[in-house]
């Protein structure tokens, strides 16, 4: 009889038994003493194998949108066709519908960050440009969930002199690649900077 524990370095101990009536009483003994200190019985045996991901089965939700983009390979910075490819392979497995969900999401995510707070905070050198002002929203969107979240909330948080302008791509590139179509679709916001009018609206006047 063989038995160890399952891990990087597994421990193995053999006994040998005069019948199979003593293995067994053996055996159940240990399981006993497993049971009390906690193990349950079968869950490893009944626990799933890691899996990839399943796009195709996926709907776009704002999880899924986040999902997408925490897969750029940031190890090819520099090469923006290589730092999407895992986003636009995924993307592109899920339906047309999905895909220009994920394009509305990324636009939302785009349009809250267009306010004048962001703009003024994102100047470099006191040089401001509408398209450099979206690129470096795009910076945002493109390093995950939180760290979107933090600058939306705080402004001065905001990238100076950076861009990521091919994140407005990557769901038409998905869409051509399973298509092998153009993706002629707008959402119904604007990412366009100024677009966002709240965001824009004067600051009032000291008193």
């Known amino acids: 009889m063989q038995n160890g524990r399952i891990g990087a370095s597994p421990r193995e101990t ?38 990839q991901p399943v796009w195709a089965e996926m709907m ?3 999880d899924v949108f986040w999902r997408i983009i925490k897969l750029f390979n940031w190890k090819k910075l520099g090469d923006d066709d290589a730092v999407l490819e895992p ?28 306010t004048r707070a962001h703009a003024k905070a994102g100047m ?3 040089f401001f440009s509408d398209d450099g002002f979206l ?3 795009c910076v945002v969107v493109a390093n995950g969930k939180q760290v979107f979240e933090e600058i939306l909330a ?20 998905a869409y051509e690649r ?8 707008s959402s119904p916001l604007s990412y366009e900077s100024g677009h966002n009018e709240a965001g824009w609206e004067k600051e009032p006047q000291a008193q």
């Open 14 to 51: 053999r006994h040998d038994f005069d019948d199979e009536a003593t293995a067994q009483r053996y055996s159940e003994k240990l399981i006993a003493e497993k049971l009390k200190k906690g193990y349950v019985e079968g869950a490893i045996a009944a626990a799933p194998a890691h899996q």
């Open 60 to 62: 776009m939700d704002e």
């Open 87 to 114: 986003a636009i392979k995924a993307l592109s497995k899920m339906s047309i519908d999905d895909i220009k969900r994920f394009e509305d999401i990324m636009t939302e995510k785009l349009h809250a960050l267009d």
């Open 124 to 126: 470099f050198d006191d």
């Open 135 to 137: 690129y470096q929203r």
């Open 154 to 173: 705080d402004p001065d948080q905001m990238p100076q002199d950076s861009e990521f302008e091919c994140l407005l791509y990557l769901a038409g590139s």
């Open 178 to 185: 399973k298509t092998g179509e153009e993706f002629d679709y």
